[in-house]
């Protein structure tokens, strides 16, 4: 009796794993082409630009917006000394690295097998994974459009990063035109910016 009793508790968790799996590769799928844009160009807003830049270089400048589904997001200084133009790495590498279960990057590809995938609540999924020592925890929200508006990193249980996603659509997919973040490390910069002049790539 108590073999079968761990036995049906056993394949329930598995079924269970399943369904958050099935559910999140869902959800993934409308990151990677079927809601959201797979690729697009953009600028960075005049006023979040040089809130980023603060005094680094002086305008005039533009900051461009470059995604891709399988790279990421970058973000480079033209217009100004090319010294300048990866200036602001540190913050498109943070970006990634809260959106990387989201990306179909190689880094997702790597990691992917090691994602312990869960749906604590209806539109919420919550994504762990052991990086070194370090427990990672991303707590994602769906929101109306079935797109992801609001994302909670955290690393061995303490909350590091907060980013909200507004989403606009251009043609027939949806762009995230506004990015807030919230940092709750003292180290680490916030990183907040809206875009502009949006083109759709293939």
Same mark, same amino acid.
């Given at each position: 009796m108590k073999f079968l009793l761990f036995s049906l508790l056993f394949c329930?968790?598995?079924?269970?794993?399943?369904?958050?799996?099935?559910?999140?590769?869902?959800?993934r799928a409308r990151h990677t082409g079927k809601v959201a844009a797979v690729s697009f160009s953009a600028e960075m807003d005049e006023k979040t630009a040089k809130a980023l830049l603060k005094n680094l270089t002086d305008p005039p400048y533009r900051v461009d917006i470059e995604y891709h589904t399988e790279t990421g997001v970058r973000l480079l200084v033209r217009d100004t000394e090319?010294?300048? !133009?990866?200036?602001?790495?540190?913050?498109? &590498?943070?970006?990634?690295a809260m959106l990387l279960p989201l990306l179909s990057s190689s880094g997702y590809l790597r990691l992917q097998k090691a994602f312990e995938i869960s749906i604590p609540? !209806?539109?919420?999924?919550?994504?762990?994974? &052991?990086?070194?020592?370090?427990d990672t925890q991303y707590l994602f929200q769906e929101g109306e459009l079935g797109l992801i508006d609001h994302i909670t990193y955290y690393e061995n249980d303490k909350k590091n990063f907060l980013l909200e996603i507004t989403w606009k659509k251009i043609e027939e997919f949806y762009v995230p035109f506004k990015i807030k973040s919230t940092s709750y490390e003292s180290s680490k910069q916030a990183v907040s910016f809206q875009i502009q002049n949006i083109q759709l790539k293939e």
């Open positions: 329930n968790t598995l079924y269970a794993e399943d369904s958050a799996r099935d559910s999140f590769n869902q959800l090319p010294f300048y !133009e990866q200036a602001l790495e540190s913050q498109a &590498k943070y970006i990634n609540k !209806e539109k919420s999924y919550q994504v762990n994974y &052991k990086r070194g020592d370090i």
